[in-house]
């Protein structure tokens, strides 16, 4: 994990996670469109964060902002946190708002833009996308549910 906060994001999963259940990773996100929104471009943003929500909702996804996407090696889940203040301070788990077996996660697609990162997820067929900043692991996120998924897909017979 690259910062801080997913870091205490990932020590405070403890309560949620099934026996035998572990963190693979955290990323801090918020639905796509926030910082436009918070830089000015209000209408912009207001309507790719509708986008994010209602796409996400489709495949029975709650989105928070603030709020953490968690994967494991059974399922990813949505987490709503408290506002990091930094140094350590908030940024706390307050709940898990949702959880998907991975078997129902097509993909998780990570590309980088400016200063952050655009997280684009496939779950249950519907499409919808997450925005991280630059410090955030958005890459590590997307490679573990690779290899996670790459555990579940039966073996094939050659």
């Known amino acids: 994990m690259k910062s801080k906060q997913e870091q205490k994001v990932s020590e405070q999963m403890g309560p949620y996670l099934e026996p035998d259940e572990e963190v693979l990773a955290v990323v801090i996100a918020r639905p796509r469109g926030w910082t436009q929104s918070m830089a000015g471009v209000r209408e912009l943003g207001a309507r790719q964060q509708s986008g994010a929500q209602e796409g996400a909702a489709e495949?029975?996804?709650?989105?928070?902002?603030?709020?953490?996407?968690?994967?494991?090696?059974?399922?990813?889940?949505?987490?709503?946190?408290?506002e990091a203040l930094g140094q350590g301070v908030g940024g706390d788990v307050k709940e898990v708002l949702s959880a998907v077996p991975l078997s129902d996660v097509q993909s998780i697609k990570v590309r980088r833009l400016l200063l952050g990162y655009v997280i684009k997820l496939d779950v249950m067929g519907s499409e919808f996308k997450l925005e991280a900043n630059a410090a955030a692991g958005a890459k590590p996120l997307a490679e573990a549910f690779d290899r996670a998924r790459a555990g579940l897909e039966p073996a094939t017979a050659t």
């Not at 495949?59 to 408290?82: D, E, H, I």
């Open 59 to 82: 495949a029975g996804f709650r989105l928070a902002s603030p709020g953490a996407l968690v994967l494991t090696q059974r399922r990813l889940l949505t987490v709503q946190t408290g």
